[in-house]
């Protein structure tokens, strides 16, 4: 019943508006602060940069779709893969700094929780999903090429005291989007039996 009662809320289609309009605000505001970053990236390496917004920009435009009962399933599939990888990338990031740099701005504590939210409410919509393995496949391919364009080309988010660990970082991002890209197949393709709602 507690499940029921909090689905029931998920999908409310007041719940959703809410979700959408905070999901759109976080998705402009994560634009500009990727606006420096962006101002002296290659025009051909623009799209790969702001990792987090775009991810965010999928989960709200399944948000506006499914508020009208449509589905999108590349974009659906795209969603889900990468709110959830950079939702625990940022979360990481962050509480590395921490202790790297032994403290963290307010501005680093905001992105751990705003970030850790992107990764758990990519998760609690996996029921909704309608994707299939071929979407999955391709929202795999973008999150893959994404990593070699980020760890090969330098297109990384800038956290300029993990500088000296870009190897490890770049290791862990790259085993990250399989575990992200596994999660979605056993949630949304394999699982074909759950509960919709």
Known sequence: MKMYAIYSILTHRSFLIFLFLINLIGTIYGFFWYGNQLAQTPTHFLIFVPDSPTASLFFTIFLAFYIFGKHIPYV?????????KYGVWAVVMNLLMLIVEGTLSPAGYMLIASHGAMAIQ???YAP???FKLKHLIVAGIWTLHNDFIDYIFDMMPQYRSLNLYMNQIGYFTFWLSIASIALAYYLCVMNKAKIRY
């Open 76 to 84: 659906e599939a795209l969603a889900m893969v990468t709110l959830f």
């Open 128 to 130: 909704c999903y309608r």
């Open 122 to 124: 990519g998760l609690l």
